[in-house]
């Protein structure tokens, strides 16, 4: 199980699925990779797709897929459930994706989960896709299962967000669309058919109006993923979107912010680790803690010395 | 809105309710408030209850809170949502307890949501139950809304975890499970007078004999707690842990971990602060996130560096 960059610049696909595992657990070499590849990042289309369990997400997406693939694209999925801390996020690729896009060669498809904190999720995901940018894969989709907080952050790895929502809800899910209204580019209304639809439409429209008025008004699409309807829309859509922001220069302005809070949070796990592996292994600390847990001071106080002196 | 350590200390409500408030957000004074106060906290029964939406935890906690009253016991209750950033968490506590709980004034109410980062919420819980710890009352609880692993971070602040199973409910719930019976040092199968409460309990017990043997076997209790049944045993479940960990030395050492790793997540947190405040607004490090945007460099070679700096 060697791992070597001439493989993965050759197009192995088995090097990129190897190089995504190292980097995932941080194993040796890994910052060594994220080096090599960074040169050769921004170039790749990626979206993020969210939206609440039951829409459809996979099937529209799977769609989407084989769209991208008949205009000659090739396709990575980084596909992330941060819910649970136990299924490992493993259950989400492998259940849905037994299909023919599995044999396409032009497609690269992979799951992620919860090993670590949620933070860290999110730092992953978004390694995994400057891996598949740098490997050459044209469009990198960012599927998550549901919506919450950390759906939100790992959504902010991509470009443009695809909302998928489906008619006929209950109360509980509309109050949460509001959550993910604010982060929508393109809408889509999945199951189409169903009743309730218009309904929905005309609710979307509403909260978009509520919202600050922005240069780019979020399309709303109406689709029937499981029968390919209204599909090639949600490409033209996302195309759009892409255009907008190149040249409105909302791309470089997101992607420069992108790259200060990358560089934030890598500063702050450092200093963690740091903090971990010196600080808190120390007689000292031990010291610090035993006083605080008999109270003969509080942990407020000890804290104050001890990041005082790291900043002296 | 004055808040007086001099009114907290006399035993006024709305000084309790002022001093969570200042301190969940953070404002002026908070730090000032946590060192008054943390020589006099460690005496509260800290209790932490989990447990599978729609398990009845609200209604047991609420037949609990009644035991303990009757026992003399004043009770304080941190309900904490972090399922959503949205909600903010209030309609958990206030659509549960509007019922004879909130007019007693031995019983204090408080509930939490996810307003910053979710290991924020842990923290703040943990600050709330320190509160009303040193303010004197005697049986605390930690109440969340689901599973999953914020909960069980939340459910780590508390010194004996009780976990409420219901009868019946899917195999998706039973997944679920595995990861909350690690944390578990009591069980209530409450609504056992529903079909499937001795299999679950079977179930329980062969997962009780998959794990470590431990000094402590967790026993697993039967309520049905909208019916006052088999609460009081609960009560002394919990009682005899309590008894266990104080005897056995538990207690203590896992009150040391908890100062330990708290003290270690406050210097996590003020490091990330003075990065926030200082580094970041930096014309070098606008100039640092400038030649990575432009992939002159890449963020690894320049966290390096400035890391360096910092622990020179």
Redesign the interface.
Known sequence: MEFSMKDFWNGNRRALARAITIVENERDGY?DI??DI??H??RAQVIGITGAPGAGKSTLSDALIKQFRKQGKTVGIVAVDP?????GGAILGDRIRMNDLTLDKGVYIRSMG?RG???GLSRKTADAVKLMDAFGLDVIFIETVGV???E?DIVKNADTTLVVLVPGLGDDIQ??K??ILEIGDVFVINKCDRDGADRLNVEIEMMLDLGEAQNWRPPIERTIANKDQGVEDVVTALGDHRKYLEESGLL?ER??ER??S???E???D???R???EN??KTGEFNG???D??E?KT??????DS??GK??K
């Open positions: 910052e994220m080096k960074y040169h990042t921004g819910t649970s801390p136990f299924s919860t904190s949620l933070g919450g907080q950390s939100v109050a949460i509001a959550g470089e992607r420069r790259a200060r990358e560089m934030l890598m500063i702050h450092r200093i963690s740091h903090i971990e600080l808190s610090y803690v035993e605080v847990f109270r509080d942990p407020f106080t000890v804290v001890i990041v790291i900043f």
